[in-house]
């Protein structure tokens, strides 16, 4: 535990560091955000719908289907949105991030930039880290887009929901105070 601990300080400390490698950050960007784009939109979508799917059968029982959007919008933006874009780009990017980096270890590579007086960290992990920080918001906004848009495919083609319905507590469940949970007033 020490020793992360010191490599989280060692990278927050080489972050700030000039000179940035711009052209590191950007590599990472493409490989974190924009490779997994396609496993999060298939999260994402597939979440979407079948969150819609269950609550039009959760809600039919009391003849409130209607709620099928907002539930839906409100599940996929403070859970499941989240939640699930940060699984899988771990899983995607963090596991080949974690193997390339092991892979460098054992071939000696990191050994070869201490001894050009390059530091790894600022090299490997501060640009690795830098990209996963901007992108994952990104990615999860991505994710909460689709699975919202996959329970409309859902709830107004297949299962018969009015799209005014659905639409109008999306837009109303998202002017209502956060906390309070009350609406807030149109100005």
Known sequence: MNKILILFLSVLMWMVRP???LRLI???MEFVGVKSIFVVVLTGTFT???SALQGYYGFRMFNAESLVGSTVALGMTRELGPVLTALMVTARAGSAMAAE???MRVTEQIDALYVMAAN?????????VIAGVLMLPLLTVVSDFMGILGGYFVG???LGINSGAFINNITGIFR????????????
């Open 101 to 103: 980096l092991g892979t």
């Open 19 to 21: 000179p940035l490698k």
């Open 48 to 50: 979407g719908m079948v």
């Open 176 to 187: 209502a105070h956060p906390v309070s949970g009350r609406m807030l007033q149109r100005v």
């Open 120 to 128: 790894p960290v600022k090299h490997l992990i501060v640009p690795r």
């Open 26 to 28: 950007f590599k990472q």
């Open 156 to 158: 107004v083609p297949v």
